[in-house]
């Protein structure tokens, strides 16, 4: 079945620090990948999402590229603040699967001032 | 827009007792989704709505029940819970159930189970 690894937390960086969070995934054919966010008390928000290969999602100075032949969307940003203090979950949607997300287990991200 | 809202925010049960979790979205969205919360599992799905009058089950059913009570509403009941259904339950819905819709998700529902 479809699954989603992400590298475990928690990460811990400086403001203005680079961020990348790794994650890879197994799934048939081409789903559509997603990156949520989730800040402490509160429930899950889209980040950003990639519905085919070598689309690039980009929001709030993040971005991930979708990357078929390594099954990647790996997460970045070039300067972190300390409201970026979250957990990241990576996420994909099977086409065949409709719109049933499989979600990886989460990053958490303490960025220090 | 309130988006999409759960009750209670918080509940502790104790094993065996019952308890109906509510969700409600007010974005006119077509499918709704229950997951449940698990440190270092990310979420899971337990059953979800592709359209009003539909439901099924999705990773982790067992002990769970569900209503699609209108196109707004989408409950989830625990019929004699058990400590293994501690756990966080969020509520999502999407405009449809493309792979490609976002979902939106509720605050969430903290139950503890005793």
């Known amino acids: 079945g479809d699954s989603v690894t992400q590298m475990e937390g928690p990460v811990t960086l400086s403001e203005e620090a680079f961020l990348t969070i790794n994650c890879t995934y197994t799934a048939t054919g081409y789903p559509s990948l997603f990156w949520y966010v989730q800040y402490p008390g509160e429930g899950l928000q889209l980040l950003l999402k990639a519905t085919k290969a070598d689309d690039k999602g980009s929001n709030k100075g993040f971005e991930a590229t979708y990357r078929k032949e390594t099954t990647s969307f790996h997460l970045e940003k070039g300067s972190v603040q300390v409201s970026d203090s979250a957990v990241y979950f990576c996420?994909?949607?099977?086409?065949?699967?409709?719109?049933?997300?499989?979600f990886g287990g989460g990053t958490r991200v303490l960025v220090k001032p | 827009n309130a988006g999409v809202t759960q009750t209670p925010k918080f509940q502790v049960l104790k094993t065996g007792q019952s308890m109906t979790l509510q969700c409600a979205q007010d974005m006119n969205h077509n499918s709704m989704y229950w997951y449940r919360q698990d440190p270092g599992m990310g979420l899971r799905l337990i059953y979800y709505s592709a359209s009003e009058g539909t439901t099924d089950k999705g990773e982790v059913p067992n002990g769970y029940n569900v209503s699609r009570l209108n196109k707004r509403e989408f409950s989830l009941r625990l019929e004699s819970a058990a400590p293994s259904q501690t756990s966080v339950y969020f509520c999502?819905?999407?405009?449809?159930?493309?792979?490609?819709?976002?979902?939106?998700f509720g605050p969430g529902t903290r139950l503890t189970v005793l």
């Open positions: 996420a994909l949607s099977g086409k065949a699967a409709g719109n049933k997300l499989t």
């Open positions: 999502a819905s999407s405009e449809a159930s493309r792979d490609t819709d976002t979902q939106y």
